[in-house]
């Protein structure tokens, strides 16, 4: 044994001692928990005019996500990451099939969020409505774009002119 892998033992950030349900289950229930705080910070920020106190819920639950999206990363061997031939068909098809989910709620968050800053911006008579519709025709505009790609892939992929032969 090195000293690489006694360093690695040592460290109390060892991400593969949450390779387990309860553990697993637990980081992303406190990911989505950190998230969701500092989604209220943000709101709050947004709805006082004084920012300053929406920034610790901001920060700390982005700091506590940061660290449990590592470790739950970690912890798998950033699989989601690793290229098709290192990982096995039953893998694949798990993380095919939770792209295509996130692919899914990506689009319609996006959809829905432009949709309501261009109606924002446009509602709202105030020097900031350019800023929100720009905002949402840039979602918009994302949406558009982004979606139909797995389709347009697969017809480009699918309809060459040698298949036609």
């Avoid at 911006?121 to 020097?127: I, N, V, W």
Wanted: net charge positive.
């Amino acid at each position: 044994m090195n000293h690489i892998d006694t360093v690695r033992k040592q460290d109390p950030l060892n991400a593969k001692r949450f390779r387990n349900p309860r553990d697993t289950r637990r980081l992303v229930v406190v990911f989505f928990a950190g998230i969701a705080a500092a989604i209220a910070g943000t709101v709050v920020g947004l709805a006082s005019d004084t920012p300053w106190p929406s920034l610790t819920p901001l920060t700390a639950g982005m700091l506590i996500s940061m660290y449990c999206w590592s470790m739950l990363r970690g912890a798998h061997d950033n699989v989601d990451t690793a290229p098709d031939d290192q990982v096995d068909e039953y893998e694949h098809h798990v993380l095919d099939v939770w792209r295509r989910r996130a692919l899914k709620a990506y689009s319609a968050l996006t959809g829905i969020g432009g949709f309501v800053f261009m109606m924002l911006g446009a509602l709202r008579d105030s020097p900031s409505s350019t800023a929100l519709m720009a905002s949402g025709y840039f979602m918009m505009f994302t949406f558009l774009v982004v979606y139909p790609l797995p389709m347009v892939g697969y017809a480009i992929t699918f309809n060459r002119k040698e298949d036609n032969k």
